[in-house]
């Protein structure tokens, strides 16, 4: 399913500015708003899994090891991104 609103959104004209639902309306900047602001949120799952899951310790620390490093990765990712949009925007204004 996210290969069609990726599809759908690919030219378009990226958010930057208000709310938006879709996360592929959004620019990179906004993509990375809401990486930073889910983070609370991910450890707060964390925490009530740990409490409510019969789990062992190690599946939780790789359940949570896993989570971490995908969200590093991905931060990562949109930063560079962004990074090289925010580059190729300014030569383009000059």
Same mark, same amino acid.
């Given at each position: 399913?996210?290969? +069609?609103? %990726?599809?759908?959104?690919?030219?378009?004209?990226?958010?930057?500015?208000?709310?938006?639902?879709?996360?592929?309306?959004?620019?990179? /900047? /906004?993509? =990375?708003? /809401? +990486? =930073?602001?889910?983070?609370?949120?991910?450890? =707060?799952?964390?925490?009530? +899994?740990?409490?409510? %899951?019969?789990?062992?310790?190690? &599946?939780? +620390? =790789? !359940?949570?090891?896993?989570?971490?490093?995908?969200?590093?990765?991905? !931060?990562?990712?949109?930063? %560079?991104?962004?990074?090289?949009? &925010? /580059?190729?925007?300014?030569?383009?204004?000059?």
């Amino acid at each position: 399913m996210s290969w +069609i609103s %990726a599809t759908i959104y690919r030219n378009k004209e990226k958010v930057d500015k208000g709310f938006v639902f879709a996360y592929y309306k959004l620019s990179y /900047r /906004r993509k =990375l708003i /809401r +990486i =930073l602001w889910s983070v609370p949120l991910v450890i =707060l799952c964390l925490i009530i +899994i740990y409490k409510l %899951a019969d789990w062992s310790q190690i &599946e939780f +620390i =790789l !359940f949570s090891g896993i989570l971490i490093i995908g969200i590093v990765m991905q !931060f990562c990712y949109v930063f %560079a991104k962004w990074k090289k949009y &925010e /580059r190729h925007s300014l030569k383009v204004e000059l």
